[in-house]
């Protein structure tokens, strides 16, 4: 135990550490994708202090499917517009939140919720409803047109389909 | 009358609580239908009780500020003969020539009423932004790493982190960013810290833990408040070389994460008693 | 945290003093206008509110339509009913917005209404489950529905002034409010039952 919350600590360190991360871009370029983003980043706050607020691995499956679904709303945005490099932009960060935490999460949970109790059919549902986004997120990345020959595109799509196989029932 | 033109009559009228005489009459012999009145008058004052989140004062405020001293508004133009157009133009102009500047004015006639009020209106055009936002990445890379964190202790390194992100944004664009940009940030800073973040220290406290664990937990929550206080001092040494508008902003940056420290500070000491 | 009946800024009923008001801002007195935003922001963000089931979208929808009241007052009649119109210019607004906003809400309803988020924390006499239920249900009712039961029954409006709101007639503004009624007495029958009952009821 001594052990785990000293390498925290460590971990905590580094973390702040690393929050310089790589030479900033200019200011200019800076405020104009912040003016762009802004709305987005303040969900993305919001959902971050609710994921903070979860309790057990379901409360946090679905506060991290509303990151998720974010995300996804913008993907749709940016497919409507056909704007390749930000379609790319939202597939990427969409599909890294649910690799690395959405799937997780639910796997997770699934193994401390028992099965058949009211939670159960919760976590089911919030599956099910994960899965379904997923693939209303795939399908609304276009692949025809300027945006679905830009070859940016062509790969997001592939990572995602590799993703789907994960979300089979 | 029978039972079913009753009970749609009630469920008709402008407020189903007032029961016209008409249909006492059949109410007085039939339960049934005595009944449905009950649920009728129950579900309109349920409905009128319906609960709705707080409407946002500041946002009345600020629009009641902008009307009452601010530039003049205007919307986009209407269908009218260019020459027309020109002098309702001139005519609005003069009569607000106390507010407005010439150049200030033939600005908001070429960025339009949305831009003084940048929050919400027209949704950004993605078609001219500029890709791949590493301030973006960071904050979804947040967003995943709560997700992640199960305790008390692993959920401060995220959010001290967060805020960490925020507080360096503010200061980064300082002198670029409109002063509703940076409010913005600062708003989200001090939901991260006073909110997100004491919560999470309270909870550590929660938790009996041997004393080398009471050790580490203190070692963390002095780092953090050690962060916050590296903040504060930053954020006050920009405090005189950003613009006059950003400076109120950032002197909140600095506030939150003081105020930040003392709560930190007030949990433990509440921690300390309760040990005792 | 509020409730619909809040106690609001008071209405009067046809009264002088923001007959007054109007003129004034029709003359170009923008403080007069201030007022009457004080008078009605509350009031139409909550009902804009139910609408969109989304902060931001209804906070951005009453602030665009105050302002969009204020270019038009000198088209306003008056001696009309200032809210009805008022709300309108909202209808208006909102409809727009969601034809065009399609699938950009920027928090989906079923993930949103959280009970802290809807001030059903503190409950009188109402238990939160109920609320929350009822909450549902109106969420669940189509815009068309929802617009019209809510103008009828918070904001108090008459038959034809939600006729006028929301640009239809009369008759149809009373169907749309017993339809809706009609709707949530069946969906709702369990929580409508007097207290004694649904306790013997329920398992």
New interface residues.
């Given amino acids: 135990m001594r052990r785990a919350v000293l390498t925290l600590i460590a971990m905590a360190l580094c973390a702040w550490v690393s929050a310089q991360g790589p030479a900033p871009l200019p200011a200019e370029i800076q405020v104009k994708q912040f003016k762009t983003n802004r709305i987005l980043i303040e969900n993305l706050v919001d959902h971050g202090i609710d994921l903070s607020n979860a309790d057990d691995p379901l409360e946090r499956a679905k506060a991290c499917r509303q990151t998720a679904r974010t995300l996804a709303n913008y993907l749709e945005r940016a497919a409507d517009a056909e704007d390749a490099e930000r379609i790319a932009e939202f597939a990427t960060l969409y599909g890294e939140v649910v690799r690395d935490g959405l799937v997780p999460i639910l796997e997770s949970a699934r193994t401390i919720i028992p099965n058949g109790s009211p939670r159960w059919s919760e976590l089911q549902e919030t599956s099910r409803k994960a899965a379904a986004d997923f693939a209303e997120a795939r399908k609304c990345i276009p692949t025809a047109g300027k945006a679905g020959e830009s070859e940016k595109v062509k790969a997001v799509l592939a990572i995602l389909a590799e993703m789907q196989a994960k979300f089979a029932p | 009358m029978n039972c079913q033109v009753v009970q749609?009559k009630i469920?008709?009228l402008?407020d189903?609580r007032l029961i016209p005489d008409a249909l006492r009459e059949h109410l007085a012999g039939c339960a049934a239908c005595r009944d449905?009145a009950?649920?009728?008058a129950?579900?309109?004052r349920?409905?009128?009780?319906?609960?709705?989140?707080?409407?946002?004062a500041d946002?009345?405020a600020a629009?009641?500020e902008q009307?009452?001293f601010g530039a003049p508004?205007i919307?986009r133009p209407l269908a009218m003969p260019a020459g027309q157009r020109e002098s309702r133009f001139a005519a609005f102009l003069q009569?607000n020539a106390v507010v407005i500047a010439g150049l200030a004015a033939a600005i908001l006639i070429a960025v339009g009423?949305w831009n003084l009020?940048?929050?919400?209106?027209p949704?950004?055009d993605?078609?001219q932004?500029?890709?791949?936002?590493?301030?973006?990445?960071?904050?979804?890379a947040?967003?995943?790493a709560?997700?992640?964190?199960?305790t008390p202790?692993?959920?401060?390194?995220?959010?001290?982190?967060?805020a960490?992100?925020?507080s360096?944004?503010a200061r980064?664009?300082a002198?670029?960013?409109s002063a509703d940009?940076l409010r913005?940030l600062a708003r989200?800073y001090d939901?991260?810290v006073k909110?997100?973040i004491v919560?999470?220290a309270e909870k550590m406290h929660g938790v009996t833990l041997?004393p080398?664990?009471v050790k580490?937990?203190a070692?963390?929550l002095g780092?953090?408040t050690k962060?916050l206080g590296d903040t504060a001092a930053e954020t006050d040494q920009l405090l005189n070389s950003v613009p006059p508008d950003a400076k109120p902003v950032l002197q909140k940056i600095a506030d939150a994460a003081r105020d930040g420290q003392k709560l930190i500070g007030v949990v433990e000491l509440r921690g300390e008693k309760d040990k005792n | 945290m509020t409730r619909d009946t809040d106690p609001l800024p008071a209405e009067p009923t046809g009264s002088t003093e923001e007959a007054e008001w109007i003129l004034a801002a029709q003359t170009g007195d923008r403080s007069a206008f201030a007022r009457l935003i004080e008078r009605y922001w509350d009031r139409l963000y909550r009902w804009l509110y139910h609408l969109t089931r989304d902060r931001h979208t209804a906070e951005d929808l009453t602030q665009e339509t105050f302002l969009k009241a204020l270019a038009a007052i000198a088209s306003f009649r008056p001696g009309s009913n200032f809210r009805a119109w008022v709300f309108r210019i909202g209808h208006n607004n909102f409809v727009n917005q969601k034809r065009s906003e399609r699938r950009t809400k920027h928090q989906l309803p079923e993930d949103a209404a959280s009970p802290e988020a809807l001030g059903l924390a503190e409950s009188t006499t109402e238990n939160r489950e109920t609320l929350e239920a009822v909450s549902r249900a109106v969420d669940d009712l189509p815009a068309d529905f929802r617009a019209a039961l809510l103008l009828r029954v918070n904001q108090g409006l008459s038959f034809r002034d939600v006729a006028k709101v929301l640009k239809t007639t009369e008759e149809t503004a009373r169907w749309r409010v017993f339809k809706a009624r009609q709707k949530l007495m069946k969906v709702l029958a369990p929580e409508l039952l007097p207290p004694g009952a649904s306790e013997s009821v329920s398992g």
């Fill in positions: 749609n469920i008709a402008a189903p449905w009950q649920q009728a129950r579900l309109e349920l409905l009128e009780g319906l609960p709705a989140p707080a409407a946002p946002r009345k629009l009641v009307i009452t508004i919307t009569r009423v009020f940048p929050r919400g209106g949704k950004p993605l078609t932004s500029i890709p791949d936002d590493p301030f973006l990445k960071k904050m979804v947040r967003d995943l709560l997700a992640k964190a199960d202790a692993k959920r401060l390194v995220v959010l001290g982190g967060m960490e992100d925020l360096i944004q980064s664009l002198r670029v960013a940009e913005d989200w939901k991260v909110g997100a919560k999470q041997t080398a664990e580490a937990r070692e963390m780092a953090l962060q």
